[in-house]
């Protein structure tokens, strides 16, 4: 290679450049020559393209997410908002929390295992980066038909990557969603997301400031494995009709990070660093640019230091490559020696690449010559902003009209019990234990609650016993047929999960999964589902921390429907008053809270008994789910209440087999005055939970109740070896049972 340096770049202003190769458009290069006052290097082009990716950029979701933070105001936990690797919130006893949701579809579906285990990494490396101990990791995830060739490929090989990366690490997995649809064949979603723990005085943020200071890379080596990789990748659409760029996915090594993780934990407890970032999206392009523009604004990188594994690679390669487990830190100069020693210590390959500067520019030089000299502001947060028009679908008003009320319904006991057993047994509703019995939820010994728990729940003080939960929820159907109202579903369902396990909701991150942002149809979804949820954390009182926006998950034409996914945190002041879903004691009282209404539109049912899609989905009545999570919190702190399990997707059967096989107890169940059984059973209304009451408690739980004004309804007890529904049928557990947990392994086998 000839080396393109900042001298010869403006001496030869009319190069031909690989600017469109590398996914930018004209006027964006134009405007980095603009910037630059002359043509790019090679190695400028090279960090531009990756930093101003959509991935990296958020070029054209950037409009609409300034709404979390100008809408919503920060609550009195908040200590470290959007802008940071994660969001930080305090849980009380000098014990901070930091957690966030991320993104690895596309290199998920090209290379299944590597591309989820590396999600894992990623994700990992962003909590450890705040200065803390990562504690758990959750997986939302969403594949094609669950009977598709396909999916027998996709699905085993993100799990294993998942639960590989996660295990070898030692870090449970305590939550997450499956969720099967055609809608998902070519674009899979796998979202990953972790918590993290530390004390107050332990955060530490991405900046370089400190002129003197001095900047390690250590971790591994760079190779040539994810050169572009997520932030090329993930920022285009699957087209099968002409060639796409598919950059190597990137490969992980979790012992590697392990290593990575506990060198890192030493280096923070002797306070040792000034600055850090890990090395995600964009590798050292971001690394450096986000430090330097984060901070006093000047950097000298001496890239030709950087430690290796093929020493063909060239300057824009190791700029370009997402190789995993690596961290930049910025330290200052007489604790060099020391952090250099714990490096050693841990086996972990460190070097000095360069130092923060006096000045205001990113300079970077290779063997002497330099290849780099730019503003870095310019390039980690001053990039392309697009207002992309966006309009409401045509077929948007068709589709909602498609009213799923209209549908054929049971009309006897047996049709009755013949749709539960075909709902409980669908492969969305069905056990997937087949796929959480390979991630290890109980390892360090602190998990308190996991799937198929609503929320998953980790304990952070042993002696206190303080915890924290996180649920994450999202459905793609309600959001597609109204994006505002099924954004505003997936908040309150995953904020009614955390309330259900006694938690209380503190704050959320998101994973914003949408199709090419270049059609007005998927930017109106897009804008509307923002809007829908920054307005539901306003009412809630729950800030966004942060969080992750994934687009152009479309094949062709065809793009994903649009899921947003959200990640509530709740905090519980001792774990052993958790609430599990179980009814596990015979004459536990069960109670409805919440009202049922008729309401079937994206619900389990119209999908799995008519394969249908349409109408509206249910209401939001947020101040309802504000006062439902706040009767379950209490009634859990105050032992009125044995079990709880949130109502969604699949209505209150789905709920109540679940609990019933969870606890090994049937229950009786008597329909309610003024409901039919079939509404009863299937609806979908929100705001609603399952209780089982212990019979000491009923007048006191009532009453609470009754003072607070939430509906409550006694519907039956905890009895029996079967889901009895009187009047209409019975389904005894083991039938229950055995359809509920032969699903998956018979898809996959």
């Known amino acids: 290679m000839s080396l393109d340096t900042v001298k010869h770049a403006s001496e030869t202003p009319d190069s031909e450049q690989p600017w469109k190769e590398l996914g930018l458009k004209e006027d964006e290069y134009a405007r980095i020559r603009e910037i630059l006052g002359r043509r790019p290097t090679g190695a400028e082009l090279a960090m531009y393209s990756v930093m101003w990716s959509e991935h990296c950029s958020y070029k054209s979701s950037k409009v609409h997410l300034k709404q979390f933070g100008e809408k919503v105001p920060a609550n009195d936990a908040m200590l470290v908002g959007i802008g940071e690797n994660a969001g930080v919130v305090d849980v009380g006893q000098g014990y901070a929390v930091t957690f966030k949701v991320e993104s690895h579809n596309h290199p998920s579906y090209i290379e299944p295992y590597q591309g989820a285990a590396t999600g894992i990494g990623g994700i990992v490396r962003d909590i450890l980066a705040m200065g803390a101990r990562p504690v758990a990791v959750v997986d939302p995830l969403r594949f094609g038909a669950a009977d598709h060739p396909d999916t027998k490929r996709v699905l085993p090989g993100v799990v294993a990557g998942i639960g590989g990366y996660g295990n070898c690490l ?64 993930a920022s285009e659409t699957f087209d099968d009709t002409k060639p796409t760029k598919r950059p190597a996915v990137q490969v992980g090594d979790p012992f590697q990070e392990k290593l990575l993780i506990e060198c890192t934990l030493e280096i923070f407890k002797e306070k040792l660093v000034a600055g850090i970032q890990d090395l995600g999206g964009a590798g050292l392009s971001c690394a450096t640019s986000e430090l330097a523009s984060a901070g006093s604004g000047g950097m000298r990188v001496e890239l030709d230091r950087v430690h290796l594994r093929d020493a063909t690679l060239s300057p824009e390669e190791i700029l370009m490559s997402e190789s995993q487990e690596r961290m930049c830190a910025i330290v ?67 589709l909602q009209a498609d009213d799923a009320g209209k549908l054929p319904r049971p009309q006897t006991g047996e049709e009755l019990k013949d749709q539960v057993l075909k709902l409980v047994s669908s492969p969305n509703q069905a056990s997937k234990s087949w796929i959480t019995d390979q991630y290890d939820r109980f390892v360090q010994g602190n998990t308190v609650l996991a799937q198929p728990e609503d929320a998953g729940m980790v304990r952070i003080d042993e002696e206190t016993n303080l915890g924290v939960a996180m649920a994450t929820d999202g459905n793609g159907r309600y959001a597609k047929l109204d994006p505002y109202t099924g954004a505003q579903l997936a908040l309150a369902e995953a904020y009614r999960n955390v309330a259900a396990s006694g938690a209380k909701p503190l704050a959320i991150s998101d994973c914003l999964n949408f199709g090419s942002p270049e059609d007005p149809a998927v930017m109106w979804q897009f804008a509307e589902a923002t809007r829908g949820l920054a307005d539901g954390c306003l009412q809630l009182g729950t800030p966004v921390t942060g969080g992750n926006v994934s687009l152009y998950n479309q094949t062709g034409e065809v793009a ?22 179980a009814f596990a004691e015979e004459g536990q009282l069960l109670y409805l809270l919440g009202d049922t209404r008729e309401e079937f539109g994206g619900s389990a049912w119209s999908e799995v008994v008519h394969q249908h899609l349409g109408g509206l989905p249910p209401a939001v009545d947020l101040d309802r789910e504000k006062l439902l999570g706040e009767i379950l919190i209490s009634a859990s702190r105050d032992g009125m209440i044995d079990a709880a399990h949130d109502l969604s997707d ?12 969870r606890g090994g107890h049937g229950a009786r169940l008597v329909v309610p005055e003024g409901l039919d059984a079939f509404t009863f059973l299937f609806s979908e209304s929100a705001g609603r939970a399952v209780v089982a009451v212990p019979r000491s408690e009923e007048l006191r739980f009532t009453d609470m109740c009754g003072a607070r004004g939430l509906p409550a309804a006694r519907i039956g007890v905890v009895d029996g070896d079967a889901v009895d529904v009187q009047g209409e049928f019975a389904l005894s557990l083991t039938e229950l049972r055995t359809a509920h947990e032969a699903t998956i392994p018979g898809l996959l086998a």
């Open 170 to 233: 030692g870090l449970p997995n305590i939550g997450g969603e499956v969720v099967f649809d055609e809608c998902y064949q070519g674009n899979p979603l796998v979202n990953a997301g972790c918590i993290g723990v530390m004390k107050h005085e332990d955060i530490h943020l991405a900046k370089a400031s400190g002129p003197g200071n001095k900047v390690i890379l250590y971790g591994a080596r760079t190779g040539g494995d994810g050169i572009g990789g997520v932030s090329v990748l």
């Open 332 to 398: 200052e100069p007489e604790h060099v020696d020391r952090f250099l020693e714990i490096c050693e210590k841990w086996d972990v390959i460190a070097v000095v690449i360069g130092e923060v500067t006096e000045g205001e520019r990113l300079e970077i030089f290779w063997h002497g010559e330099q290849i780099v000299d730019v503003p870095p502001r310019s390039v980690a947060h001053e990039g392309p902003t697009y207002h992309r028009p966006y309009a409401r679908p045509e077929w948007q008003d068709a």
């Open 560 to 581: 994903i429907h649009p899921t947003p996914v959200v990640a509530v945190l709740g905090v519980i002041d001792d774990v052993n008053r958790r609430t599990p879903i």
């Open 650 to 661: 699949g209505g209150l059967v789905q709920a109540v087999v679940e609990s019933c096989l």
